[in-house]
C-alpha cells in the first residue's frame, strides 16, 4: 500500500508539472499568434502583393521542416543535445523563433526572398518545439487511458482566449500596428518560452508510473524498428496523406473576404473569435463520445465532419452570414480535427510518441499544403482568373472539395481493427 501510495504520488505530481508546461505554452502560442498570425497574412498580400495562389505555393516551401517531423523527433529521443532529450532543443527552438521574428522586424523594405528566409527558420523552431510537446501531450493521454479528456483540456483554454479577446486584439495589431512593432513583439513572447524550462521534465514515459527498482526499460531503437514494420501504421499514414490530400481553400478565405466581401481587417480580426467559439463548441460536442473509441471510428467520424463543415461556408456573402458561416464552420471543422488527432494517438506505439506522431504530422502537413494549393488554385481557376466572379470561384471550388473528400470513406475500411496505442513496447 505505502509502494502504491508513492507511486500515485509521483505520477501526481509529473502530471501536474505537464498540466502547467502546457497552459503555459499555450498562453504563449495564444499571444504570440496575435501579433503574427493575420500580420504575415497580410504581409504577403498587401506589401508583397501575392495572389492566394502564389502565397500557397510559398507554403509548400517555408513549410518545409514540418515535413521532416519524423527525423526531429527521431533526433530528440535517440540524440540527446548536451545530455538532453528534451530541454535543449526546446531552448534552440526558442532562440531560432526570437531571432527570425527580430530579422523580419527590423528589414527596412520587405523582399520576397529575406521574407521568405526568415518565415522558414521560425517554422523551422516552431515545428521543433511543436514536435517536443506533441510527444509529452501524446505520452501522457496514452498512458493515462483518456487522450479525449487531456485533449479537451489543452484545446479548450486557447479557444477560450482567442474567443475572449485574442481574435480582436489580433485584428487591431492587424490594422493599426506597424510590422517592426508587431514582430518584436512576437521575438519577446519567444523568448518567455524559456520560463517553461523548470516544467519540463525528461520522463521515460510522461504519465506513467515510474520503472520499478530493476525493471527494465524499453529499448526504442528496436522499439522504432518493430513500428516501421507494423502494417497498421503504414494503413494510417495512408489515410493521412488522402485526408490532408483533400483540396481545402484556406488560404483563399481571406481574399474572398476582403475582395469580394469587402470585409476588413479588423472584421476579419472579429471573426477569428466567431470561429473559436464554434470550435469550443465542437470539443464540448466530443465529449458525448465514449472514452475510448478505435481508429476506424475515429477516422469516420473525422471524415464526416470534414466534409460536412464546407457547406456552411458556402452560405457567406455578407457580414452576418459571415459570422454564421464561421461559426458553424468551426464547430463542425473542431469536431472532425479533434476526432483525427486522437486517430493519430490511437495509433502511436508507447514510448514512440514523438517518432510516430511526428511522422504521421509530416504526412498531413506536406498534403495539407498541397491541398491548400490545389483549394486556392481553384478558386483562381474557377473564379478571377477565368472572368468568372470570386463568388462563383468560391462555390465551385467548395463543392469540389467535398466530391473529393468522398473516396475517405473506402480507405477507412482498410484501416485496422486494432490501435498501435494498446501496444507494449519491446524490452532490450
Known sequence: MKKLTEMFSSLKKEMLHVILLIFGYILLNTLQ???????????????LHLSASTVTSINLLIYLPTYVQPFMGACTELY?????????????????ISAAWLLLAFQTHYHLVSAICCLLI???????????????TVAMGNNLGNYK??????????????????????????????????????AG???????????????????????????????????LRQALKDRRLWAVTAFVAYFGLVPSPDTARPYYLTDALHLSKLFIGELSGWGAL?????????????????????????????????????????????????LAF?????????????????ACPKGLEAVIFGTLASTQALFYFICDWLGTHMYDWFGPATG?????????????????????????????????????????
Open 388 to 428: 468568372h466572379s470570386a463568388a462563383y470561384g468560391w462555390h465551385w471550388t467548395l463543392i469540389t472539395c467535398m466530391a473529393l473528400g468522398a473516396p475517405l470513406f473506402v480507405l477507412i475500411l482498410l484501416l485496422p481493427k486494432t490501435d498501435p496505442a494498446d501496444d507494449h513496447l519491446a524490452a532490450p
Open 189 to 223: 513572447v519567444s523568448l518567455c518560452y524559456l520560463f517553461l524550462l523548470p516544467l519540463l521534465k525528461e520522463p521515460d514515459a510522461v504519465g506513467a508510473p515510474p520503472a520499478a527498482s530493476g525493471e527494465e526499460l524499453p529499448n526504442p531503437r528496436l522499439a
Open 122 to 136: 521560425a517554422i523551422t523552431g516552431f515545428t521543433l518545439r511543436g514536435v517536443l510537446i506533441n510527444a509529452i
Open 330 to 346: 468551426n464547430i463542425l471543422a473542431s469536431l472532425g480535427a479533434f476526432a483525427y488527432s486522437w486517430m493519430w494517438a490511437r
Open 278 to 326: 464554434g470550435a469550443i463548441l465542437g470539443v464540448l460536442l466530443v465529449q458525448v463520445a465514449p472514452r475510448r473509441l478505435g481508429v476506424r471510428a475515429l477516422a469516420t467520424l473525422a471524415a464526416s465532419a470534414t466534409i460536412l463543415a464546407m457547406v456552411p461556408l458556402m452560405l457567406i456573402h455578407d457580414a452576418l452570414s459571415a459570422k454564421v458561416g464561421i
Open 80 to 96: 540527446p543535445l548536451f545530455g538532453s532529450r528534451r530541454r535543449s532543443y526546446f531552448i534552440l527552438a526558442s532562440l531560432t
Open 33 to 47: 499568434g496575435i501579433f503574427t498570425g493575420e500580420k504575415i497574412t497580410f504581409l504577403l498580400k498587401d506589401e
Open 149 to 186: 479528456g487531456v485533449q479537451t483540456v489543452l484545446q479548450l483554454l486557447p479557444l477560450v482566449l482567442m474567443a475572449t479577446f485574442a481574435g480582436r486584439l489580433g485584428g487591431i495589431v492587424t490594422e493599426h500596428w506597424s510590422y517592426r512593432a508587431a514582430f518584436s513583439a512576437a
